[in-house]
């Protein structure tokens, strides 16, 4: 599987392990989900459907104090301590980027096109965890096996920022006991929804959209038919991002200068 390589290369033994086995339905995230009841899925139909183009969003960069970037000594002082190494501007990028992933996976609007409620743990959790699968998916076309970049940027943006972004949301949504657990269980989760979202992307093109809406209505939408509707949606909006990525230059990816799409209509009906 094309994204096999890099999940992998996470270094979580708990993670490899689940990868070792064949990626279950994990639609028993949370009970705690909901679903928009009062929209139909009809109203957003023609969403998602905009020919796909580069995401390339200038965001700008992490800044160092000016005190120290001003002078030739602070500059000095930076340099020594690896502020402008490769790895470390692999890092910014990864801060950068990770707060690209949280805008996206946050947005009201996003969250109402695709029958989540906002208000849910597991609805943002979800969100949050398809964008990541979608920049891992799509480093991992650089190569087999991965270049010392990816694994390294993979690593810090999986590691640093969304590991430890969702024990804060945990926290957040009141656990304060087993937090581990939950933390495993979410790591779980979250691989074994990668490993069954590419497999859904190894069937033949014509076949792909039905089998991602199918993986996204037992991992998303807790295998509810009535909610088909809604992971159609969500796969088409996936699959066009996944072109857009294609599209976006992999150096944008590593500095996070990008914006994920709001190719969001509501027809009258």
């Keep these: 599987m094309l994204a096999r390589e890099a999940l992998h290369a ?24 909901g679903s928009r009841q009062q929209d139909s899925a009809g109203i957003y139909e023609d969403s998602f459907r905009s020919k796909p ?10 800044q160092y104090p000016q005190q120290l970037e001003g002078n030739i000594l602070g500059r000095a002082f930076l340099t020594a301590i690896g502020a402008y190494s490769r790895k470390q501007r692999l ?9 690209a992933i949280t805008e996206a996976a946050e947005r009201p609007e996003l969250h109402a096109a695709l029958g ?10 979800s969100l949050l965890s398809l964008h990541m699968w979608l920049i891992i998916r799509r480093l991992a076309q650089e190569g087999t096996p991965p270049p010392k970049d990816v694994k390294v940027f993979n690593q810090m943006l999986y590691a640093d920022y969304f590991f430890k972004d969702v024990e804060r949301r945990v926290y957040a949504y009141g656990v304060t006991i087993h937090v581990s657990k939950w933390m495993k269980r979410l790591e779980q989760v979250f691989f074994g929804g990668c490993e069954a979202y590419d497999a859904a ?4 093109e014509a076949q792909q ?15 509810d038919e009535v909610q088909r509707p809604w992971a159609l949606l969500l796969a088409r909006y996936l699959l066009r991002e996944q072109q857009c990525l294609s599209m976006t230059d992999t150096e944008d990816i590593y500095t996070g200068q990008i914006l994920f799409s709001t190719d969001i209509k509501i027809s009258k009906r």
Aim: one cysteine or more.
């Design 91 to 99: 890092r910014n990028g990864a801060s950068v980027l990770y707060r």
């Design 201 to 204: 992307l190894q069937q033949p």
């Design 53 to 62: 183009q580069p995401l390339q969003f200038a965001r700008g960069e992490v």
């Design 10 to 33: 996470l270094q979580f033994p708990l993670a490899n392990a689940w990868l070792g086995a064949a990626a279950p339905c994990v639609c028993t995230a949370s009970r705690a989900f």
């Design 209 to 223: 959209t039905a089998a991602l809406t199918g993986a996204l209505l037992r991992n998303v939408y807790e295998g």
């Design 116 to 125: 989540l409620d906002g208000s849910k743990f597991t609805s943002s959790h």
